[in-house]
T-cell receptor, first 114, second 112 residues
Framework: DTAVSQTPKYLVTQMGNDKSIKCEQN?????MYWYKQDSKKFLKIMFS???????INETVPNRFSPKSPDKAHLNLHINSLELGDSAVYFC?????????????FGSGTRLTVV | GEDVEQSLFLSVREGDSSVINCTYT??????LYWYKQEPGAGLQLLTY?????DMKQDQRLTVLLNKKDKHLSLRIADTQTGDSAIYFC????????????FGAGTRLAVHP
């Protein structure tokens, strides 16, 4: 009964490759997010979708492209991977655009670029 | 601007109380949150407080909010080794679309 599930959990890939991370939530939430956690554990929001509409797009290289086929799914595609992309990527969802009840996070995808 | 600040480390003895502090910048934040992250795991929502409250208690957890100073604290009573984790303070930043902004996290180490 995982609320927010991400796949894969671990991803090791070479520089220059293209990879995707998938996220699904079964909470009925209408807003989903991608966060990046760096090696110092700092969390920064990347994107947010509300009902399949992109509402937050932080200063992220355009090699990162989110896609939301429906409000229960938010995928992250990364082109031409670089060493600096190595991090843990967290998907999250919230009940409302305001997120007043907090966000529910997935368990993260640890991306290592070699 | 968007900024949430926390001290990075806290070490306490098992059985003592832990107090983790946080300052935030957005005075219009309606909700403030505490999340816990155990090693290799995702973020777990511990508790939240509405901005019109000064205090919220939930079992061993006590949250204090000082809106004037934009200061939030989390007190863990009778700290156990299982409480060892990183604790993140977060606010909903209301500039443009609301988004959850996190502090850098406080690493709590509990020793015997």
């Amino acid at each position: 009964d995982t609320a927010v599930s991400q796949t894969p959990k671990y991803l090791v890939t070479q520089m220059g490759n293209d990879k995707s991370i998938k996220c699904e939530q079964n909470l009925g939430h209408d807003t989903m997010y991608w966060y990046k956690q760096d090696s110092k554990k700092f969390l920064k929001i990347m994107f947010s979708y509300n009902n399949k509409e992109l509402i937050i797009n932080e200063t992220v290289p355009n090699r990162f492209s989110p896609k939301s086929p429906d409000k229960a799914h938010l995928n992250l595609h990364i082109n031409s991977l670089e060493l600096g992309d190595s991090a843990v990527y967290f998907c999250a969802s919230s009940q409302a655009r305001t997120g007043v009840y907090g966000y529910t996070f997935g368990s993260g995808t640890r991306l290592t670029v070699v | 601007g968007e900024d949430v600040e926390q001290s990075l480390f806290l070490s306490v003895r098992e059985g003592d109380s832990s107090v983790i502090n946080c300052t935030y910048t957005d005075s219009s934040s309606t909700y403030l949150y505490w999340y816990k992250q155990e090693p290799g795991a995702g973020l777990q929502l511990l508790t939240y407080i509405f901005s019109n409250m000064d205090m919220k208690q939930d079992q061993r957890l006590t949250v204090l909010l000082n809106k004037k100073d934009k200061h939030l604290s989390l007190r863990i009573a009778d700290t156990q080794t299982g409480d060892s984790a990183i604790y993140f303070c977060a606010e909903v930043f209301s500039g443009g679309y609301n988004k959850l902004i996190f502090g850098a996290g406080t690493r709590l180490a509990v020793h015997p």
